[in-house]
Every structure is written in structure tokens, then in C-alpha cells.
């Protein structure tokens, strides 16, 4: 642990990410606990020391309850910890605000705005308030804003005819893509993923970690993104923390690992593929899960056999 | 051979009855209502030729034709020389309906801010603290036993009824807008604040437009409840109104008058009801 924190350290000092390696999101000390129904109380984070620097795309693994949520709540600034500070882009979060972007798993976009009303919102409230719209300053603001967004949106893989569409109208990946654009219209310094791709169906799930990927690199945001599938967070990151869950009593943290993933240019669908991936992905499972035994991988896909119909069986 | 396959899908689930069928199906029972009314109504005469409590098709035309044209009796009757429109204008259901129409508009009026409460109660953590235990228990007291004090804060004229009606109503469409609004997901609200809304653009743009629709539908669901406490007002105290007609001819048996003011006032609902519906579907084409 020791060693691999100092490792972590070294190459820290020796690739930075972006020109200006400053801090942008710092957990120092944090403990989250939660009150139980019956009384008495559980602790979700303890003792959480986390800096992370403008531009890393940072992954947080772990089963589910070991508090990925949580963590992602306070740099928000959705709750905050009960002890120690969370602060973002050097000023301690207090509300929830355009400093963070954020993706959910669910319920991401306006459900009674269409696709192109979802991605113009934000930009539109940022440039004036509700009482400025009538300007004609305004409109000539919307249309440029709306190229802008059409080209966000078709790189994110949608089609011209979606554009009007309501979210309830699109299936689950197209909602992901356009919480997506939603949320990078915004240029926001940090972006915050909580499963996003989770709900997702594998082949929908691979090409949007392309996009994501794709869109991190051209203008380098910092991600927060949360996920319960290692080989996911290894394909994207260029960081990778693992949390488990917080045991009564303990005193040290519970960020199991914290360590930094190579950098490479592949294409995902290559990358996922090479013999070097697959022993990160090894090694990665054998520090994060040796304790659970894995508990919370998926099973890889193809496992799966045919099974006879019942009612052809029945004959 | 097809009626009888019609009629054994009224047994089969999965059944995909033709249009024709489910249309003519859906007036059956007006058709079986109007037919036993008629048939219990001759049965009636037939034993007494004077009776009033079926009045038979010919007696509620005329009820109907006396509802429209003549003036109520409480009314200085008319110059000989008066046109059917004026008669019209001036006749009892005419004026009855008015009556009751302006009490219902102005309480529906009243009750938008009962749905804006609602919402910035869910939405605002001071307001729902202050409002909500007090709407909760408020909810409970029966708006009818309320009506002698009613009368004496407002007087026994129009704004006792419309008082009531919003103090019967009202506290019901505070507590659903508050669930409703309460039901949206916390995702939306966090997204929005992370889109650079201000807290009124979160109350208003994202919460009251996402359950817009659902409350539109409550208060649908309430003017059921909205009538029958105007109902009850103008039974009690009123000279003029629908339900004060209905009362003063009960007293003298005028089933030939209040057979078709309850359907009046029936299908006076159903229509509110149905325009309702159809301002929503334009209003929230996504819902
Ligand atoms: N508001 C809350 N009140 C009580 N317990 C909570 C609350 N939010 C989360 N928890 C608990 O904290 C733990 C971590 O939750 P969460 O961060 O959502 O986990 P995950 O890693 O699956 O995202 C869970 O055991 C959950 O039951
Ligand atoms: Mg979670």
C-alpha cells in the first residue's frame, strides 16, 4: 500500500494531465454518517483523503452501499460530511451550483422539454435570467447556441430527427447521450457521473465510453465517475479509487486503492481487447475484491447457454 | 354469427372487439337507463294519472321548455312584449345557472393559489415547515361544519358558498400538489441547480411544469367535490343558484324541473371535465 501510494506520487510529479496540475476537487477528512431508523448511527465514508487535479478522469469502483453515491453527494454539495471539508476548484462547496455537471443514472433530462429544449436550458439560463428573454440580444444568443448544441448532439450520436423528440420518446442510451451533451453545453470545470452507463445494454454502453472518452480528451474536464464495473473504469480513467465498505470500528480510511491507470490512444473496442488490458484488469480484481470475492463483477457475456422452451419441451 | 362473437369476447381478455361493437356497446346503458325509467313512469301513470314522481317524456318536455323559458317565480314577470331571447335570458335555468357558474369560476380562481402553496411547500424546506402541519390537520376539519361561521364572517350571499367550496377543496389540492411535487425526482431538482437555475426556475420551470398535467387531472378529480359544496351551500342559504332551484321545487314535487336540471348540471360537468382533459393534452403534448 505504501509503496504503491509513493509510486502514485512519483508519476504524479512526473505526467502531469494539464499544464496547470492545481487541485480541482479536495476531500480532506471526510466522514459521512448516516442516522439509522432504529437509532444510533453508520458510517458510509471515514476519513476520506482525496486530492484530485484539473483534468484527471478519475473512477470510483466499488460494490454498491460502500458509499460511490455518497462521495459523489458531497463534492456536489447535494449533503455534506459530517466531518472535514470538500472543496471544489479552491472554494469549499456549500450549494449546489454550475461548478459541477452532473450525469445520474436516471432521470437525467426534463422529461416535458424535447431533446433540443434539455440541451439549450442550461446555456440559456447562464446567459440572462427568466425576465431577459424577450431581447432581441437574446435570440441572436439562441441561434448561435443552437448550432452549437446540434453539433454537440450529433457527436454524441444523435440524429437530426431526435432533436424535437421528448426523453420519453428515446430509449435509454439515447437519454444517456443527451444527459450527456445536457451536461458538457455547460463547460463545466468538473463533471460528476453516477452510473451512468449502468442501465445500458452492452453494445450501446461500449460506444458511449467512446464518446465520453472522445469528449474528455478534447476539452479535458475533470470526471468523477462512478461505476460498479472494473472493466469500465479501467478503460476510461486515468485514475482509479476503490472504495469498500466502511466496517464498525476501523480506523483507517476505506479507500481500498487509489491508483493511476496507463495512458493510451487506442480506440476502447482495440484497447479492451490487448493482453496488457486484461492484466490490468487482473490486478485491479485482485486488490479491490480479494476480500469479497468479487461479489459485485458482472458475468462476462457469452456465458450464457440456450434453454429449451417450455412449451416445446412439453412435446 | 358476428354478434355472437361480439359477445363472447365480453369473456376474452385478449379480445380486439371492432369499433362499431365498442361504440354502440357504449350506449347501451344509457338506452336500458332511459327505457326503464319510461316503463316504471307509464306504470305509474296508468295507476294514477296525477302523479308526480315520474313524470313521463311528454311531461319533462314541457318541464324542460318551462325550465328554459319561464321566469322563476321569485322574478317580476316580464313585459308581454318580451322576444324568445330575452324570455331566455331571463328564465330560470338561464339564471339559476349564472348563479352558480360565477360561485364555481371564482372558487376554481381561488384555488390556483391553493396549487402555487402546495408547490412551495414541497419545494421550499422554510415554507413546508411553517404550512404543512397545519394544512395537514386543516384537511381534516369537515368544511360543512364550518358553514355558520362562514355565514357569519361572510354573510349568507355569494362569498359564504365560495368560501366554503375553497376551504372544502382547497386543502385536498394543497396536500396533492405538495405530493406531486414532492414525487418528483431529486435528480431534476440537483440537475437543475447544476444548469444555473435560479430557485424560482426549479419551482416553477422544472417542479409546477414536470406536474403540471398530474395536478390538472386533481383538480379534474375535485370538481366533483367542488360541486357538491356548492350544492350544499346553495341548499342552505341562497335564492338563486342551481341547487337552491332543485330544493324550492322539491318542495312541491317538481320532478318535472328537477329531473332536468340534474342532468343539466351532469352534463355541465361532464363538459368542464372534458375541456379540462383536452387543455392538457394541448398543454402537455408530452405527458
Ligand atoms: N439518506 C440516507 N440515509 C441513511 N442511509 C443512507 C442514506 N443515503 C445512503 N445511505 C446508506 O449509505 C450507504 C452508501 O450508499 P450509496 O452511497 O448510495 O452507495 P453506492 O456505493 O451503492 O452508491 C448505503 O448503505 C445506504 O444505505
Ligand atoms: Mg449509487
Given at each position: ?113 424535447s431533446v433540443m429544449?434539455?440541451v ?29 448544441a446540434t453539433?454537440?448532439l450529433?457527436?454524441?450520436?444523435l440524429k437530426s430527427g431526435d432533436f424535437s423528440k ?150 | ?287
Amino acid at each position: 500500500m505504501v509503496l504503491r501510494a509513493m509510486e502514485r506520487r512519483a508519476k504524479q510529479r512526473v505526467m502531469p494531465v494539464r499544464a496547470a496540475a492545481e487541485t480541482e476537487i479536495a476531500l480532506r477528512d471526510v466522514t459521512v454518517r448516516y442516522k439509522l431508523a432504529g437509532g444510533g448511527s453508520k458510517t458510509v465514508l471515514h476519513r476520506l483523503n482525496v486530492e484530485i487535479r484539473a483534468g484527471e478522469f478519475v473512477a470510483v469502483l466499488g460494490e454498491t452501499g460502500c458509499g460511490k453515491s455518497t462521495l459523489l453527494r458531497m463534492v456536489l454539495g447535494q449533503e455534506f460530511p459530517n466531518e472535514g471539508a470538500v472543496v471544489v476548484d479552491g472554494k469549499p462547496v456549500r450549494r449546489i451550483d454550475a461548478r459541477c455537471g452532473y450525469v445520474p443514472q436516471k432521470y437525467a433530462l426534463f422529461p416535458d422539454r424535447s431533446v433540443m429544449q434539455n440541451v439549450l436550458y442550461g446555456p440559456e439560463n447562464a446567459f440572462c435570467g427568466w425576465m431577459g428573454r424577450a431581447r432581441p440580444r437574446f435570440w441572436r444568443f439562441r441561434r448561435e447556441l443552437r448550432a452549437e448544441a446540434t453539433q454537440m448532439l450529433l457527436r454524441m450520436g444523435l440524429k437530426s430527427g431526435d432533436f424535437s423528440k421528448y426523453p420519453g420518446q428515446l430509449s435509454g442510451g439515447m437519454q444517456q447521450r443527451v444527459a450527456i451533451a445536457q451536461a458538457l453545453m455547460m463547460r463545466p470545470p468538473v463533471l460528476l457521473m453516477d452510473e451512468a452507463f449502468s442501465a445500458l445494454d452492452p453494445s450501446t454502453r461500449a460506444s458511449l465510453q467512446q464518446q465520453l472518452k472522445d469528449a474528455w480528451q478534447e476539452t479535458k474536464p475533470t470526471v468523477l465517475f462512478v461505476t460498479h464495473n472494473t472493466s469500465e473504469a479501467l478503460l476510461l480513467a486515468t485514475r482509479v479509487l476503490v472504495l469498500r465498505p466502511h466496517a464498525e470500528g476501523e480506523t483507517e480510511s476505506n479507500v481500498l486503492v487509489d491508483m493511476q491507470v496507463p495512458h493510451t490512444n487506442e480506440p476502447l473496442s482495440v484497447r479492451r481487447r490487448t493482453r496488457e488490458f486484461e492484466q490490468l484488469h487482473e490486478h485491479v480484481k485482485q486488490l479491490a475484491f480479494r476480500e469479497s470475492d468479487g461479489g459485485t463483477e458482472l458475468v462476462p457475456t457469452g456465458l450464457v447457454q440456450e434453454m429449451p422452451r417450455r412449451g416445446d419441451a412439453a412435446e | 354469427m358476428s354478434a355472437m362473437s361480439g359477445w363472447l369476447e365480453l369473456a376474452d381478455i385478449q379480445g380486439r372487439p371492432k369499433r362499431m361493437w365498442t361504440q354502440s356497446l357504449s350506449w347501451v346503458l344509457f338506452a336500458l337507463g332511459v327505457a326503464v325509467y319510461l316503463q316504471f313512469s307509464i306504470a305509474r301513470h296508468r295507476e294514477n294519472p296525477d302523479d308526480r314522481v315520474m313524470p313521463t317524456g311528454t311531461q319533462l318536455m314541457a318541464g324542460v321548455h318551462s325550465a328554459v323559458m319561464d321566469q322563476p317565480e321569485e322574478d317580476d314577470p316580464l313585459a308581454d312584449g318580451a322576444s324568445r331571447w330575452e324570455r331566455v335570458t331571463h328564465g330560470m335555468l338561464w339564471k339559476d345557472t349564472v348563479a352558480s357558474g360565477e360561485r364555481f369560476g371564482i372558487s376554481l380562481l381561488l384555488l390556483i393559489p391553493a396549487i402555487l402553496l402546495g408547490l412551495h411547500m414541497a419545494v421550499f424546506p422554510l415554507a413546508e415547515s411553517v404550512f404543512l402541519r397545519f394544512f395537514l390537520f386543516f384537511d381534516k376539519i369537515v368544511a360543512l361544519s364550518l358553514l355558520p361561521i362562514l355565514f357569519i364572517v361572510f354573510g349568507i350571499d355569494q362569498w359564504s358558498k365560495i368560501m366554503l367550496m375553497v376551504i372544502g377543496v382547497g386543502p385536498t389540492l394543497v396536500l396533492d400538489t405538495y405530493n406531486l411535487a414532492k414525487a418528483v425526482p431529486r435528480e431534476q431538482v440537483v440537475k437543475a441547480f447544476t444548469l444555473k437555475s435560479s430557485n424560482l426556475d426549479v419551482a416553477y420551470r422544472v417542479v409546477l411544469k414536470q406536474i403540471l398535467p398530474q395536478v390538472i387531472n386533481s383538480v379534474r378529480l375535485n370538481l366533483k367535490p367542488l360541486a357538491l359544496f356548492l350544492f350544499a351551500g346553495e341548499m342552505i342559504a341562497s335564492t338563486d343558484g342551481l341547487a337552491y332551484r332543485i330544493a324550492l321545487m322539491r318542495r312541491h314535487m317538481g320532478m318535472d324541473i328537477i329531473l332536468p336540471y340534474l342532468l343539466w348540471v351532469a352534463l355541465l360537468l361532464f363538459v368542464l371535465d372534458g375541456t379540462l382533459r383536452l387543455v392538457n393534452r394541448r398543454l402537455n403534448p408530452w405527458y
